[in-house]
Structure formats: C-alpha cells, structure tokens
C-alpha cells in the first residue's frame, strides 16, 4: 500500500530563515513522482515542486527545494528565505506511474502547518 | 490561460438531499480527478474521468458518482448527504500521459446539516 507520512503538525519559522518540512513515503513501486503542495485558507491546493523517483539531480524552483533521499524514502521540502505570505498548509503527495490502474491519482499525507512570523 | 475553475464555490445541503459540484479543467487538459478532503485530514482520492469514463476509483460509495462531457468538464454527484459528506470538494486536472503535472482548482465546499 501507498503511504505518506508528515510527522510535524505544526511548523513556526522567523521570516527570512530557512525551514525543512519532512515528508517520508513508502511504496514498492519503482517510478512514481513526488509532489509538494501549498494550501492557503482559502483552500486551493497550488501545485510548489515535483521530484520523479528516476530523477538523479534534487529539484529546485525558485525558493523551494526538495531533499530527496531515495534510500531513506524521504522528500523533505526545503524553503529558503521565508516571507510571512508563506503561512499555509503544506501537503506532501505521491503518484505511482508505472501502474494503469492508479495512474495520476495523488496519495496525500495531513500536511504541516506553517507559521512564518515577522 | 485558464486555471482549473470549480462551482459553486460554497454549498449548504441537508442530510438526504443530492448535490452535484463541477469542474472545467486546465486548458488543454483532458483528465480529471476528484478528491474529497475533511476538515484536519489530506485530500482523499474518489474517481478518475478520462474519455468521458471512470478510469479508476477510491475506497467510496456508490453515493458518489460522476460524469465527463466531450469538452473534458466533469460532474461530482452525492446522493443521499450524510453529515459525514461535509468536506472541501477539490478537482485536478491532468493531461494523459503527463501525470506529474496535476493541477488543483479552489475548491467547493460542502456543509452537510
């Protein structure tokens, strides 16, 4: 079975510092990607960065960064220089790309608060 | 471009009434997914459309139903609404073959009383 583990129900970061939100997996399956996701109060999931499991080099865009340990099975999401426009949920997923039967479909973990104070 | 856009954005129903919510995907996107997230809780996958045909399903009951249009939009429909139906309603949209590449809309939420 497909699982996603975020252990931190709660993250507290000072604006302009840097913060790791862990994201740990499992699956048996060789390719599948991995998603990190924003979800402000208003409730609209904005897609951050994507990391393919074949993917050798750690995928960066813009300030987010995920550290990618594939031995450990873990996709921690990396943001540097916090802005207090970064408060939000934080959802780690996972999609498997070698099996037809659940191609596309996202597995979520329950997501990290984040609270970037001035 | 066109983002995914959903509607209504707010709904109230009560217990044993039927709901359908919709959802245009992302221009030039033809796959579209739905998800059911409760309050506290990650999203949770319902169903897949692809070609106008549930291509894959989640761990729900027949209550929730769908449909795809040959224009890629797609219906969620809930039969019977328990209180248990409450949740934030999220369409993805996809384009096939490119799957790590979803794409969410705002959302509806649903408040079953």
């Known amino acids: 079975a497909q699982k996603i583990t975020q252990t931190q129900p709660g993250m507290f970061v000072q604006e302009k510092e840097a913060v790791t939100l862990d994201c740990t997996y499992d699956?048996?399956?060789?390719?599948?990607?991995l998603f990190w996701y924003k979800q402000p109060s208003s409730g609209e999931m904005i897609f951050l960065i994507y990391q393919g499991s074949y993917d050798q080099q750690n995928a960066t865009e813009g300030r987010y960064s995920l550290n990618f340990q594939k031995a450990r099975k873990s996709a921690n999401l990396v943001i540097s220089a916090s802005q207090l426009g970064d408060s939000a949920m934080y959802f780690c997923a996972m999609s498997l790309f070698d099996r037809g039967s659940t191609l596309g479909r996202l597995y979520f973990g329950r997501g990290t608060q984040l609270t970037v104070w001035p | 471009d066109a983002g995914v856009t959903q509607s209504p954005t707010h709904l109230i129903k009560t217990r044993g009434q039927q709901v359908t919510l919709r959802c245009s995907p992302k221009?030039?996107?033809?796959?579209v997914s739905w998800y059911q997230q409760a309050l506290g809780q990650g999203p949770q996958f319902i169903f897949q459309y692809y070609e106008e045909e549930e291509r894959q399903r989640g761990n729900f009951p027949d209550r929730f139903s769908g449909h795809q249009f040959p224009n890629y939009s797609s219906e969620l429909n809930v039969n019977a609404l328990l209180l248990g139906d409450s949740a934030l309603y999220l369409c993805a949209s996809s384009l096939e073959g490119h799957p790590y590449e979803q794409y969410f809309g705002p959302g509806t939420r649903l408040t079953v009383t």
């Open positions: 221009s030039g996107h033809d796959t």
């Open positions: 699956t048996s399956d060789p390719s599948y990607g």
